[in-house]
């Protein structure tokens, strides 16, 4: 009699729960670009990691004099590529969860229980990461092929690009508990204080503690670069390699930590200063949410870093070789930091894409409030252009500063300021400059739609 009690509830909510999922899944005209756009993002994040995968596993198999030359780069690779690959997934879950947000606590205030509402985001986020993790694996078969073509130690690497099969569903697995896990995580907002989520009373913070943990992780990384010659006499090798990996990926990771308080940081000193109307909504913009104003050019910051990193290695791969096998190694160094150039600055785009678009979607309720109030909408897209490239310089500043300040143990110098190196830092800043500005010009194309239909935004 207990166990009948006790399972009747539960199959209610199960049912109830399910029943929401598909009302949640038909969603308006208005929700289709905030459906399309995690799905989209999950689909590339899941084609580069399979990518990736696949070329760290040929790199791997190599043999040869050169083979832990191969696996030293393989190593470093993943450990500049993690990052990126890391913010694109959190912003892919960040967005899906915005408009759920809303939804949920609606359902919270209602009289729904915390047990439906944790069951109905983990089946939507799981759900759309699963089908966007889906589409990658289609997206990662038709760029397998065309990766495959690139030679490295003097033979293309084909069909070593293929991962075993039975690693896909373990991918899809992965990005599916990810993003359920960011949108439990995300949920506890909801279930404390739905009434604050509903009205928008969950103001960005960025405490000052960030920039302290952020220092000392950088200065023992530091430690760390300094230290290699006495790693490698203790360890080997091996030590070396997984010394240099730790410090870039310590390093991209205290610059994801300290960014929202140097934001915030700066942007106060903007608004103390600001001259005219859209300096002073840019800096009311950035301070809003410094966290958001953040994710909005971290895709830049990681890409800057690694392009400091890439010029050292296009520098040091000109020198002489004086085997057949050393010529191959330097022209592969060249190719690889190449390949992982690109791929960082394709995970930078869609970032930068998704979470600007995300962060005008956020504001949809502030830009209908001003726009009634009678505020020109070429101003209010001025003040988000602006509250975006206020930000980059300190972000390019700030990332290159610690790329170079890892680099120099290592290369020294003389490395850092050749030309080549150079070049390439001078064309990776402009192309993130770029990058940037096209993201702002595309996000601010939903403006329009917006304010065309407000009811949906209020």
Not at 405 to 434: D, R, Y
Request: net charge positive; hydrophobic share 60%.
């Amino acid at each position: 009699m207990s166990a009948a009690t006790t399972t009747a509830p539960l199959a209610l909510s199960l049912r109830t729960t399910l029943a929401l999922a598909r009302l949640f899944a038909r969603r308006r005209d208005g929700d289709r670009l905030a459906a399309a756009l995690p799905l989209a993002s999950f689909a590339l994040v899941t084609a580069l990691l399979l990518v990736v995968l696949g070329g760290a596993q040929a790199f791997f198999r190599m043999d040869g004099p050169n083979a832990g030359g191969y696996v030293a780069l393989a190593v470093i690779a993943l450990s500049l590529l993690v990052a990126p690959l890391l913010t694109l997934g959190a912003a892919a879950a960040r967005l899906s969860a915005r408009r759920r947000d809303d939804r949920l606590s609606s359902l919270r205030l209602l009289g729904a229980t915390r047990r439906t509402v944790t069951a109905l985001t983990v089946i939507e986020a799981a759900s759309v990461a699963l089908a966007g993790a889906v589409a990658g694996t289609v997206v990662y078969a038709g760029l397998a092929p065309l990766v495959g073509l690139l030679r490295f130690a003097g033979e293309p690497l084909g069909a070593q690009m293929w991962l075993p099969w039975f690693w896909l569903p373990a991918v899809w697995l992965g990005v599916a508990l990810v993003a359920a896990g960011s949108a439990a995580i995300g949920l506890r907002g909801v279930v404390v204080t739905p009434l604050g989520v509903r009205t928008r009373q969950r103001p960005g913070t960025a405490r000052g503690r960030r920039a302290i943990v952020a220092a000392v992780v950088v200065l023992g990384a530091a430690c760390t670069t300094t230290g290699l010659g006495t790693l490698g006499e203790y360890g080997g090798f091996a030590a070396v390699v997984a010394g240099i990996a730790g410090a870039f990926a310590c390093g991209l990771l205290a610059l994801d930590a300290v960014g929202p308080w140097y934001v915030r940081v700066r942007a106060r000193r903007l608004h103390r200063h600001a001259r005219d109307v859209p300096r002073l909504l840019a800096a009311r913009i950035v301070l809003e949410d410094p966290k958001a104003a953040w994710r909005q050019v971290a895709g830049i910051s990681v890409t800057t870093f690694v392009g400091v990193v890439a010029g050292a290695g296009l520098a040091l791969a000109q020198g002489s070789a004086s085997s057949r096998e050393d010529a191959w190694l330097l022209a592969d160094i060249r190719t690889g930091v190449v390949v992982t150039l690109v791929v960082s600055f394709l995970m930078a785009a869609c970032t930068v894409a998704i979470n600007q678009a995300a962060a005008t979607l956020d504001r949809a309720r502030v830009a209908v409030s001003l726009d009634r109030l009678g505020v020109p909408r070429t101003l209010l897209a001025q003040a988000a252009r602006r509250s975006v490239m206020s930000v980059l310089w300190t972000v390019v500043v700030g990332s290159a500063a610690v790329s170079a300040v890892l680099l120099l143990p290592i290369v020294g110098a003389a490395v850092l300021t050749q030309p080549l190196a150079v070049a390439v830092m001078v064309a990776v800043f402009a192309a993130g400059f770029a990058l940037v500005r096209a993201g702002a010009s595309v996000a601010a194309r939903l403006t329009p739609g917006i304010l065309a239909r407000p009811e949906r935004a209020l």
